[in-house]
C-alpha cells in the first residue's frame, strides 16, 4: 500500500500533471508481474518512478479493474454485505445506518435476524 504521508510520494503526485492514468495503469500490471513472480513490492517507490518516468502500460488488460486486489475498502464491504444479505437487503442497511464509516457485519447481522 502506498504511504501518501510520505513526503516524496506527495511532492511527485502535486508536479504530476501528464501521463497519471497511463502511469496508474503500468503500476497495476507492474506489480501483478512482481506478485506472480513472487518478487517484493515497493509501493511507494514503484509508484514514484512511474510518475516521474511517466511509464507507458505494456501488458494493460481492462479486466486487471475487476480484480479483487484492487477493490477499495468500500467495494469490499459492499461485496461482503452483498454475499451476506443478497444486495436488495444491504441497501436497507445503509438507509438504517447512514452515520457508520465501517460497520461490524456479524452484528448488523444479527439486528436483522432479530
Not at 511527485?12 to 497519471?20: F, P, R, S
Request: glycine share 2%; hydrophobic share 45%; aromatic share 14%.
Amino acid at each position: 500500500m502506498v504511504n501518501f504521508s510520505f513526503e516524496q510520494v506527495q511532492e511527485t503526485l502535486e508536479v504530476c500533471t501528464y501521463g497519471l492514468e497511463d502511469a496508474f495503469r503500468s503500476i497495476i500490471d507492474y506489480v501483478l508481474w512482481l506478485q506472480k513472480n513472487e518478487k517484493q513490492v515497493f509501493p511507494n517507490a514503484i509508484l514514484i518512478s512511474a510518475l516521474q518516468e511517466q511509464w507507458k502500460p505494456k501488458a494493460w488488460k481492462d479486466d486487471y479493474l475487476e480484480l479483487p486486489l484492487l477493490e477499495s475498502p468500500g467495494q469490499r464491504w459492499w461485496n461482503a454485505a452483498a454475499k451476506l444479505w443478497r444486495y436488495d437487503a444491504g441497501n436497507r442497511l445503509v438507509a438504517e445506518f447512514p452515520s457508520r464509516q465501517f460497520l461490524n457485519l456479524k452484528a448488523i447481522s444479527k439486528h436483522l435476524l432479530a
